[in-house]
């Protein structure tokens, strides 16, 4: 029997939600088959669009890009932990999971947030981790974590970005757990232990990438 496969993918297009304050992506359509016997699309987006990951230099000066991680740093095995209705990510809600937490390389956070995308409402008030949640979860051998949401932290304006307006990105990078946003179909996973796939762009000093995130069930 074949494992089932589910897209964890958002559709790049030009209409879809952008961080706020950020550029949105463009599609030309350069070359076509009836006018030039062959499709090309110029695509014109920053590192963070679209379900993507984070590297640690995203937000620390010197710090490793994700060409520097070995292509196994990107896939493991992973979990889902549902946190419908929460307002917040709590450590000894996370603390019900620590079992299962210390054999998975990848945890996925579904919050039901994927089901805004698209309206104003996807950028307001998602749960995220706590503090001392955030700092529980660098002691277990992660990789990364992921969300059906903008971010692991609040939205807060580009010129303000520091240890205070995103403390969970600080605290996560730091240790070089990757973190991945805008996923979605994490309603679709099982409670069992699942093997992720977030694979991003080869590109030379990458402080993020889109990635063709899918986990396999099976």
């Given amino acids: 029997m074949k494992n089932k496969i589910i897209d964890l993918t958002q559709v790049l297009n030009e209409i879809m939600p952008v961080y706020p304050g950020t550029l949105g992506p ?71 999971f620590e079992e299962k937490i210390a054999q998975v390389a990848f945890i996925l956070f579904y919050s039901g947030w ?34 059906d949401a903008f971010s692991v932290d609040s939205v807060v304006p580009a010129d303000v970005v520091n240890p205070e307006t995103l403390p969970y990105h600080f605290i996560l990078l ?4 990757l973190l991945i946003e805008n996923l979605t179909n994490l309603d679709k996973l099982p409670d069992d232990i699942f093997m992720f796939h977030c694979l991003p762009l080869k590109i030379e000093e990458a402080d993020g990438s889109p990635v063709r995130a899918i986990a396999i069930v099976d």
Avoid at 51 to 59: L, Q, V, W
Wanted: charged share 30%; proline share 3%; aromatic share 12%.
């Fill in 26 to 96: 463009k599609f030309e359509k350069s070359y076509s088959v009836e006018k030039d016997g062959f499709a090309e699309i110029k695509m014109e987006l920053v590192s963070h669009t679209g379900t993507h990951i984070d590297a640690p230099c995203h937000i620390y000066k010197g710090a490793k890009s994700l060409d520097k991680f070995p292509v196994e740093k990107f896939l493991g095995k992973a979990m889902v932990i549902n946190c419908l209705g929460r307002s917040e990510i709590s450590l000894s809600y996370l603390k019900t």
């Fill in 114 to 147: 994927q089901h805004k995308w698209g309206t104003e409402a996807y950028f307001k008030d998602c749960p995220t981790l706590t503090r001392e949640a955030a700092a529980w979860l660098t002691h277990f051998k992660l990789d990364g974590i992921g969300f």
């Fill in 174 to 177: 730091a240790k070089e757990i």
